[in-house]
């Protein structure tokens, strides 16, 4: 099935499913999806998988786990219920694991092109 015969949460669910295992080694970060004409075309993650604490760098100790992985996921799907009535843009799922617990949010940004110029 190709991505115009596909609603837009199924798209991004499917990024979701694409991402699950890099997103399984981090403890925080930024997913986003740009979308033009409601499809998905590029996204990705943005993060520092280091944590400094007292100036020394240092990996993350906790991580995603799978019921982690699948909240975000139902989340990233079910905020698209709040995008209203635009079609280009970007979609940013900011996330943070504290005391083993996932905290996220989402930020809609909507695009439009104005293709012709209209007299004033």
Same mark, same amino acid.
């Given at each position: 099935?190709?991505?115009?015969?596909? @609603?837009?949460?199924?798209?991004?669910?499917?990024?979701?499913?694409? &991402?699950?295992?890099?997103?399984?080694?981090?403890?925080?970060?930024?997913?986003? &999806?740009?979308?033009? !004409?409601?499809?998905?075309? %590029?996204?990705?993650?943005?993060?520092?998988? =280091?944590?400094?604490?007292?100036?020394?760098?240092?990996? #993350?100790?906790?991580? =995603?786990?799978?019921?982690? =992985? $699948? #909240?975000?996921?139902?989340?990233?799907?079910? @905020?698209?219920?709040? %995008?209203?009535?635009?079609?280009?843009? $970007? +979609?940013?799922?900011?996330?943070? =694991?504290?005391? !083993? +617990?996932?905290?996220? @949010?989402?930020?809609?940004? @909507? !695009?439009? +092109?104005?293709?012709?110029?209209? #007299?004033?």
């Amino acid at each position: 099935m190709e991505l115009e015969q596909m @609603s837009l949460a199924r798209q991004v669910d499917l990024v979701f499913r694409e &991402i699950k295992e890099e997103l399984a080694y981090l403890s925080s970060g930024v997913v986003f &999806i740009q979308i033009r !004409n409601n499809i998905v075309g %590029k996204f990705g993650i943005r993060h520092d998988p =280091l944590e400094a604490r007292n100036g020394e760098l240092k990996h #993350a100790r906790k991580v =995603l786990t799978e019921d982690h =992985l $699948e #909240a975000f996921r139902k989340m990233g799907v079910g @905020s698209l219920e709040h %995008k209203k009535h635009w079609t280009h843009g $970007e +979609i940013s799922y900011e996330f943070a =694991l504290r005391n !083993n +617990i996932l905290q996220a @949010s989402v930020q809609f940004e @909507s !695009n439009y +092109i104005q293709a012709r110029s209209y #007299a004033v």
